[in-house]
């Protein structure tokens, strides 16, 4: 196990924003497909990655990718995998998820049993024993069918890595963490910029810009699946990734983020948030109606995530929401604006034509992130 498959899930629409923070850890990137990054690495990039990539969802290793177009067939392929390798004789396994797009092979739970039986069937001959106690540590498998060919992988993440461990108190509908760290990193916004969320609900986008800022990993306060895989990954390898996660972290930077709602419950709720994410000295949270919008300084940034509208009352609000953002930004003297909504006539609403949008799928709901570019402030003088 030299090199290793790594793969790492995201956001549709933000693959290019996941590859560059794999290759600023230093990784070789193998692929990208939509919604996926396939990048090669050593055994300690399961952990760095885990612990420091901010928008994706999981890290899978790559056991194989096999063709199969019977189930037959894909028994003998997964049997003839070196699982030994990975699984030890005491680990607990088992198909987790199985998913077929455009494949012959199409039952989820089908892929699933014959997969398993065909890795007890490996496992048998080569531990020469006819039942496993599984007593040991997990080792969640994944099955990915496109066109035929399918990914098959060991989930060395366990708890999405959305779940950062400082989103206790949420919002109705709010916006995950890895998106929202995505989204911020997707604009040219930097800690020495002003960046206002005027709709920030439970706070979810200011916190991600502070820990981005403070260089705070993501991974830092969480554990994972693969922390138990003594038999290939070295425990010091962890310990490693978290001491360098330590070293990098810089909490007494100056910053301007703030953060509005309408909501005092949702205010609270931030402020909770941010304070259990270690960055609520670095927000500055306030109930505020998005009609009273209004900042002195210039050259700022917002980016948020305004109400959607996704049942029929709501929607008819809408237009009286989005023409007030619309209004109270063209008074934010040379402000860049980023806003991701499923409401499609944000733009028209807010009359002011987006520089460019993007489509990202914001879980299934397919939404836009318009960008909505500013000037650049000038050039400092040495």
């Known amino acids: ?84 390798q990975y699984i030890p004789e005491d680990g607990k396994f088992w198909v987790k998820k199985a998913s077929s797009v455009k494949s012959k092979l199409f039952s989820p739970s089908d892929i699933q049993s014959i997969v398993k039986k065909a890795i007890v069937e490996r496992l048998k001959s080569q531990y020469d024993v006819t039942w496993f106690e599984e007593s040991g540590a997990e080792y969640p498998i994944r099955v990915f069918f496109y066109k035929d060919e399918a990914l098959i992988a060991l989930d060395t993440t366990g708890e999405s890595l959305h779940k950062r461990g ?57 554990e994972f699946t693969a922390e138990t895989w003594t038999n ?8 490693e990734a978290g001491d360098e996660a330590f070293e990098q972290m810089d909490t007494d930077i100056q910053v301007d983020i703030q953060g509005y709602d309408i909501d ?37 940034f917002l980016i948020t995530n305004p109400p959607y509208g996704e049942r029929l009352e709501e929607r008819q609000a809408l237009k009286k929401l989005y023409g007030i953002l619309g209004e109270r930004y063209k008074k934010l003297d040379s402000w860049s604006a980023f806003v991701i909504t499923s409401y499609e006539d944000a733009e028209k609403d807010m009359g002011i034509k987006a520089t460019k949008n993007r489509k990202i799928y914001n879980g299934m709901i397919k939404t836009y992130f318009y960008q909505f570019m500013g000037p650049k402030p000038p050039k400092k003088r040495n």
């Open 166 to 222: 400082y989103r206790k108190m949420t919002s109705k509908a709010p916006i995950s963490e890895t998106l929202a760290a995505a989204l911020i990193m997707l604009t040219p916004w930097r800690k020495d910029r002003i960046l206002v969320d005027p709709f920030c609900g439970c706070g979810t986008f200011p916190i991600e810009a502070a820990m981005i800022a403070a260089k705070i990993a993501p991974g830092m306060n969480r």
């Open 264 to 300: 005092e419950e949702m205010v609270s709720y931030a402020r909770k948030n941010a304070e259990d994410a270690g960055v609520d000295h670095l927000i500055h949270f306030q109930v505020r109606d998005v009609a009273d919008l209004s900042h002195n300084k210039k050259y700022g």
């Open 1 to 84: 196990m030299e090199k290793l498959h790594l793969v790492a899930p995201c956001h549709f629409g933000v693959e290019a924003v996941l590859k560059r923070e794999i290759q600023d850890l230093g990784y070789e990137i193998e692929k990208v497909e939509d919604g996926r990054v396939t990048f090669l690495a050593d055994v300690a990039a399961i952990c760095r990655a885990n612990v420091f990539l901010r928008t994706a969802e999981r890290v899978l290793l790559q056991v194989a990718r096999v063709r199969a177009t019977t189930f037959d067939q894909l028994f003998e392929e997964v049997k003839a995998l070196e699982w030994e």
């Open 232 to 239: 290939f990954i070295d425990k010091k390898l962890w310990y």
